[in-house]
């Protein structure tokens, strides 16, 4: 009889350590949604991905709003949002993209989030769009991250339409937009790997 114990003590002891080992082999991802309509914000997203995918062990996801599936948001394990500004708001899609988030039960809860925008000028609202989509994600009991230093701290921004930074004629984001993107994807996927 106290064979059998211990056995099946051993047999539980192993099934549990199989468990952490998928638990801490299993891959992270980071999911970056936007909403793009001149291709700015497109810009800016490829770039958080470009950033995310600089950490090994990371799956990157990269979707506009069109395309993602609330199976996405489920499995991931960083959910970075962007948004053209809109007289100071997140586009009409973005804000319906949010509304449709899976409420019941929290299952976004503890997952980390993380914000991006396109503005036309200074001040035209960026930093109120980023904190708009922080504060929802603190709704669904997410953490929130922003950049990895004082110049961003909500997120990552970029200017688009006023002087020095006007591209109608180019249409590229400047290079040092593109960069606080990188930084921003860097951050989030530097920490879901550190933190989960």
Not at 110 to 138: C, N, P, R, Y
């Amino acid at each position: 009889m106290q064979t059998f114990m211990i056995n099946k003590i051993k047999a539980v002891f192993v099934f549990i350590s199989l468990l952490v080992v998928f638990e801490a082999t299993a891959q992270q991802s980071v999911l970056i949604v936007y909403h793009s309509e001149t291709g700015h914000t497109e810009q800016m997203a490829a770039a958080v991905a470009e950033g995310a995918a600089t950490i090994n062990g990371i799956e990157v996801i990269l979707l506009s709003v069109k395309e993602v599936q609330e199976n996405d948001l489920l499995e991931a394990s960083a959910i970075i949002v962007g948004s053209p500004v809109h007289n100071a708001n997140v586009s009409s899609e973005i804000s319906a993209f949010i509304a449709s988030w899976p409420y019941e039960e929290e299952p976004l809860k503890d997952k980390m989030g993380a914000a991006f925008v396109t503005a036309g000028g200074f001040s035209a609202g960026e930093e109120v769009v980023q904190l708009s989509i922080l504060k929802s994600m603190l709704v669904f009991g997410m953490i929130v991250v922003g950049g990895p230093d004082w110049t961003q701290p909500f997120g990552a921004s970029a200017i688009t339409g006023e002087d020095p930074f006007e591209i109608s004629e180019t249409g590229l984001v400047d290079a040092q937009f593109l960069d606080k993107g990188r930084a921003l994807g860097k951050r989030v996927a530097y920490l879901v790997n550190k933190l989960q």
